[in-house]
């Protein structure tokens, strides 16, 4: 899973150089095969999307993880699975931003109270509590599916050409 940041928003696509060279085959493709793969990823992304709000809300601090989760959305236009965080909205009635909410939600700290303590650690990181050990666990299933979808669109467009 790859995370793209951007002033307002963060977010989390496929990240894999075999999975971009199929993309660009879709350069050759039809139109047919171009949308059929964009509503294959957007399924994948919205079925995600649920298991990543139903973790927020068994989260340690289940308030501020659906706050932050409340801005996740889908990309309906991108030919893989593609999920946006959107870092400017005010999830709080205070107005804080989600993207003050997330990294704290998400992986803990040990110097805000506010926030669980810090996931354990996995590796040089920290695997978090909701969103990246949700997406983690999911992303072979994910990929399987995505590939598995491709040869069916790629054979389906052989047929018509």
């Given amino acids: 899973m ?3 940041k951007s002033r307002d928003k963060l977010e989390l ?9 199929l993309f660009g085959s879709f350069s050759k ?3 047919i095969a171009k949308e059929d793969i964009k509503r294959v990823a957007s399924q994948i992304a919205d079925k995600n999307a649920k298991a990543i709000v139903s973790a927020a809300q068994s989260a340690p601090n289940p308030r501020q993880a659906t706050a932050v989760v409340s ?11 593609t999920l946006k965080l959107y870092r400017k909205n005010k999830v709080t009635s205070g107005g804080t931003e989600a993207g ?15 926030f669980p ?9 920290n695997l978090g509590y909701w969103l990246y050990n949700t997406l983690s666990k999911r ?4 990929l399987k599916e995505w590939l598995d979808s491709y040869k069916l669109i790629r054979d389906a467009w052989t047929g018509r050409i």
């Fill in 71 to 81: 801005t996740l959305q889908t990309v309906s236009t991108s030919k893989e699975p």
């Fill in 100 to 114: 003050y909410l997330f990294p704290g939600s998400n992986f803990g700290s040990n110097n805000y109270k506010q």
């Fill in 2 to 4: 790859a995370l793209a």
């Fill in 139 to 142: 992303q072979p299933e994910m």
């Fill in 29 to 31: 493709m039809d139109e």
């Fill in 117 to 125: 303590p810090r996931a354990p650690r996995v590796g040089r990181g």
């Fill in 13 to 21: 696509r496929v990240d894999d150089r075999d999975l971009k060279r």
